[in-house]
T-cell receptor, first 113, second 112 residues
Framework: GAGVSQTPSNKVTEKGKYVELRCDPI?????LYWYRQSLGQGPEFLIY????????DSGLPNDRFFAVRPEGSVSTLKIQRTERGDSAVYLC???????????FGPGTRLLVL | QKEVEQDPGPLSVPEGAIVSLNCTYS??????FMWYRQYSRKGPELLMY????GNKEDGRFTAQVDKSSKYISLFIRDSQPSDSATYLC????????????FGQGTTLQVKP
């Protein structure tokens, strides 16, 4: 079956612009996670959705970052007023019910110039 | 101090060698441990998952957890060039949300 997909695969933007990153989880998975991976580092947790609601958003670095999952499937990570330090790979993962087996997408590589 | 620490390498070995990858963690409340493999420009792929102390084997891969020393290991037997990747250890931390705490990742190169 289809795995987790993310679009776009690459995004180049200018400092100060707004970007949206999309994640399509595995069908039927209720839990969805966003992580951010900087070069040479492991992924860092951003936010966790259980269904439509954000169950844990403790990893969002500041109020420029926001994520939604309005119908409990597709999720969008939104970054306002992008900064060069936001450049990273943004990974999405899903799991059947919020347990530990998470399946990752290929990531969106964001470059802020 | 990071909650999960891992030597970034790089680690280079000849084909057929036994590879040992290691991580330490700081919080004794951590229960679940995973090893992910990440190829260049791809997302992490789950290799092994263990709970509590002990060994778990899957083909050429063995995961080992020693909770008394807060040490986790991944052994790869008969390493192949296709094993060349970054290996990430992770724990679920002590939360019940499933969010993962990753180490920095160790880059492995297996030379033919």
């Amino acid at each position: 079956g289809a795995g987790v997909s993310q679009t776009p695969s690459n995004k180049v933007t200018e400092k100060g612009k707004y970007v949206e990153l999309r994640c399509d989880p595995i069908s039927g998975h209720t839990a969805l996670y966003w992580y951010r991976q900087s070069l040479g580092q492991g992924p860092e947790f951003l936010i966790y959705f259980q269904g439509t609601g954000a169950a844990d958003d403790s990893g969002l670095p500041n109020d420029r970052f926001f994520a939604v999952r309005p119908e409990g499937s597709v999720s969008t990570l939104k970054i306002q007023r992008t900064e060069r330090g936001d450049s990273a790979v943004y990974l999405c993962a899903s799991s059947p019910s919020g347990g530990e087996t998470q399946y990752f997408g290929p990531g969106t590589r964001l470059l802020v110039l | 101090q990071k909650e999960v620490e891992q030597d970034p390498g790089p680690l280079s070995v000849p084909e057929g060698a036994i590879v040992s990858l290691n991580c330490t963690y700081s919080n004794s409340a951590f229960q679940y441990f995973m090893w992910y493999r990440q190829y260049s420009r791809k997302g992490p792929e789950l290799l092994m998952y263990t709970y509590s102390s002990g060994n778990k084997e899957d083909g050429r891969f063995t995961a080992q957890v020693d909770k008394s020393s807060k040490y986790i290991s991944l052994f790869i037997r008969d390493s192949q060039p296709s094993d060349s990747a970054t290996y990430l250890c992770a724990s679920d931390g002590s939360s019940n949300t499933g969010k993962l705490i990753f180490g920095q990742g160790t880059t492995l190169q297996v030379k033919p």
